[in-house]
């Protein structure tokens, strides 16, 4: 049994080449909450949506995001209607007592459908107001998540990091607090960070399910440390099952260059620094890292290196194995 932890695209793209070195039958994926968003009145879970259309083979690889051949037509008559009223584009984020109203999965992440800012797949959608009927008729976020994997046919298990709500917030340098998703998508990582807060995670706790699959081995992929694990990390009792399991950590950097994506400026944003030695920081429970044959950092626990970069299954495979190697070294 293993168990992965996925954010953002890095531990996705490495699941694809999970099954050359374990049964995915014996694989549980705990995903990111944390970057959620109640767009117009329905829940969208990016980071659970990656692994869930990767698993069900419909995921837009292009993009790592969304389905493949999807349709825009709501979303592109969204913005038409938006237009023709005179609104402006950008996140509409609703004020704060609507906040804290109505569904508490979705506090502190809610924002306006009017000219929506995120671009919304016609099929996508149609997962989005599925997983939102569901949490409304009274099932957990876990129970909705797994009916869903169901319906995907994920050969391997997948999990929510909470049912409680979790929202992470950037603060820029410029006194603004933006959801990550209004930091990310529509603003292009473009604020200076400040700081990054984990709205709610004083309050959450991961689900019996996810105590028990954090007994097991645990390989956290090339992730963002801030904005995709850190969440998971900040909700009470996680951090400490990872002290007590094996953890392997594959870096998104080769030394001081990032792979893709805002790490780099996020881990600056929050003193730590930008690099393969600050995701060692960031990880002080980790047992082992898989770093890039080219990367110039020497931890102080097991390494095993490979060529890190994921553009294939090929790739996906070799760095796969390379966990499981490390994960074998420190068993």
Known sequence: ????????????????????????????????????????GHLVCPD????????????????????????????????RLAAAAGFED?????????????????RWRRFSGVAEFMEI?????????????????????????????DAFGLAVDLLPMSDDPVATLVHTEAGETLHFQGYW???????????????????AEPTDEVRSALAEPVVIGPSNPVTSIGPMLAVSGIE????ATPVVAVSPFVGD???????AELMAGVGLEPSTAGVVDAYPFADAFVLDDDDPTEPDRHVERTDTRLDDVDDAERVAR??????????
Not at 48 to 62: H, K, S
Not at 186 to 201: C, K, L, S, T, Y
Not at 322 to 331: D, K, Q
């Open 1 to 40: 049994m293993v168990t992965f932890l996925a954010g953002g695209t890095g531990t996705p793209k490495l699941l694809e080449g999970a099954s050359a070195r374990w049964d995915l039958d014996d694989v549980t994926v705990v995903a990111n909450t944390g970057d959620d968003v109640e767009l117009g």
């Open 90 to 106: 950008g996140p509409r984020y609703l004020d704060d007592d609507a906040q804290t109203a109505g569904r508490a999965i979705a």
């Open 240 to 243: 400490a099952a990872l002290e």
């Open 121 to 149: 797949g016609d099929r996508d959608r149609a997962v989005h107001l599925t997983r939102t009927g569901l949490l409304d008729e009274g099932h957990t976020l876990t129970e909705v998540i797994g009916t869903l994997a």
């Open 257 to 263: 260059e990032v792979f893709s994506g805002p790490a």
């Open 322 to 331: 390379a966990c499981g190697n490390a994960l074998e070294a420190v068993s």
């Open 185 to 203: 998508v529509a603003r292009r990582g473009e604020p200076a960070v400040a700081d990054v807060e984990f709205r709610g995670a004083d309050a």
């Open 48 to 79: 659970v949506d990656t692994v869930l259309f990767a698993g069900g083979d419909v995921l837009d690889r292009e993009r790592w995001w969304g389905i493949d051949g999807d349709t825009t037509e709501t979303h592109d008559e969204l913005s």
